[in-house]
């Protein structure tokens, strides 16, 4: 299969063992991958998390992060003029910005995006897997 794209919440789900939340779609997605990804935004999302108090590590969140990417062999993909503006062309698509950067990410790459958000899986403009 080809590569794919993580959403934040399955980046967690993945790190954290709970692939029981993942969709029975999702995580064969995920064993036939040829690379997993995520997005850089994913990082400030996380770490955005971390400053709300909605999610608590036992260690700091920038090792937490470093340590799951090298752990689970998920690239980085950095924010780049192309994701920017195409993340400002979503037309329909709703206004949280990670969101938006995360989908502009995939269509992008041409990744699919697995993720279970259903804000996102109601927009036609981007590939999903759930």
């Known amino acids: 299969m080809s590569d794919v794209l993580l959403d934040t919440h399955v980046w967690v789900w993945l790190s954290l063992d709970l692939r029981q939340s993942l969709s029975r779609k999702a995580g064969l997605a995920l064993k036939k991958a040829g690379h997993r990804w995520i997005s850089a935004v994913s ?11 909605r999610i608590v590590f036992s260690i700091p969140p920038l ?21 920017a503006v195409e993340s400002t062309q979503l037309h329909g698509f709703h206004n949280d910005p990670a969101d938006q950067i995360i989908v502009a990410t ?16 109601e927009f036609t403009g981007v590939e999903t897997i759930w």
């Open 106 to 121: 995939s269509r992008v790459s041409g990744m699919p995006l697995l993720t279970s958000d259903r804000r996102i899986l």
């Open 63 to 83: 090792t937490w992060m470093r340590r799951s990417l090298h752990e689970q062999g998920i690239g980085l993909i950095d924010l780049s003029p192309e994701v």
């Open 43 to 53: 990082c400030w999302e996380l770490a955005k998390l971390v400053e709300k108090k």
